[in-house]
Each structure stands twice: as structure tokens, then as C-alpha cells.
Nanobody, 124 residues
Framework: QVHLVESGGGLVQAGGSLRVSCAASGLTFSTYTVGWFRQAPGKEREFVAAITWRSSNTYYTDSVKGRFTISRDNAKDTVYLQMNSLKSEDTAVYYC?????????????????WGQGTQVTVSS
């Protein structure tokens, strides 16, 4: 059974940094592309970043380029999202999701496994 567990969320001031983690179990992690999505109150869930299973290619939504960095450690079955220069509009629940042999899709429907989410709140 696949489990994805996010951690590292919290409250931070605007301009600050946070690193959220996604720890996976019950799957061959190296064969999964992992994406980060977020959902703010009253808004649709949106793509944030993805890192592919092969070559670790990375993809970002425009609003986080240059501020967020996604990375993976296959030895620890973990993906990280380093978030710098945080803005109030980054406030959301952040979810990680896994897509076996995925290409780094921005479409949430392509990800078959999801974590429970971690809250990130940026105060202005």
C-alpha cells in the first residue's frame, strides 16, 4: 500500500523560507514522478512543481520559478520542496502526489497517489 506523508509546513513571515518534505513508502520510489500541488481556501488545487523519475527533470508553475526548488533523494524515498522568498499568496495546503513513470504532468488527474497535505501559512 502506497503512503505519501508530507511534513515541514508551518507559519512563516513574508520573505522567509520553508522546506516541505514528502516521504514515500510502499512503492518503488525511483520509478515515480512526484509532484507538489497546493490548494488555497476557496480556490482550485493547482500544480506547483514536479520532478521526474528518470533524469530528475524539474517543472514549475510560473509563479514559483526562481523561488521554489524541488529535489529528490531516492535513497531516502523523499522529495523536497524548498520555498524561498515566500509571499502571502503562497498560503495553502501543500500536497505531494506520485505518478508511476510519469512525465511531470501539471494535471492532478495523472497522479494516482496522494498525501494528506501540510499547511503553509505566510503572514504579511
Amino acid at each position: 500500500q502506497v503512503h505519501l506523508v508530507e511534513s515541514g509546513g508551518g507559519l512563516v513571515q513574508a520573505g522567509g523560507s520553508l522546506r516541505v518534505s514528502c516521504a514515500a513508502s510502499g512503492l518503488t520510489f525511483s520509478t515515480y514522478t512526484v509532484g507538489w500541488f497546493r490548494q488555497a481556501p476557496g480556490k482550485e488545487r493547482e500544480f506547483v512543481a514536479a520532478i521526474t523519475w528518470r533524469s530528475s527533470n524539474t517543472y514549475y508553475t510560473d509563479s514559483v520559478k526562481g523561488r521554489f526548488t524541488i529535489s529528490r533523494d531516492n535513497a531516502k524515498d523523499t522529495v523536497y520542496l524548498q520555498m524561498n522568498s515566500l509571499k502571502s499568496e503562497d498560503t495553502a495546503v501543500y500536497y505531494c502526489a506520485a505518478d508511476r513513470y510519469g512525465m511531470g504532468s501539471r494535471n492532478a488527474n495523472n497522479y494516482e497517489n496522494w498525501g494528506q497535505g501540510t499547511q503553509v501559512t505566510v503572514s504579511s
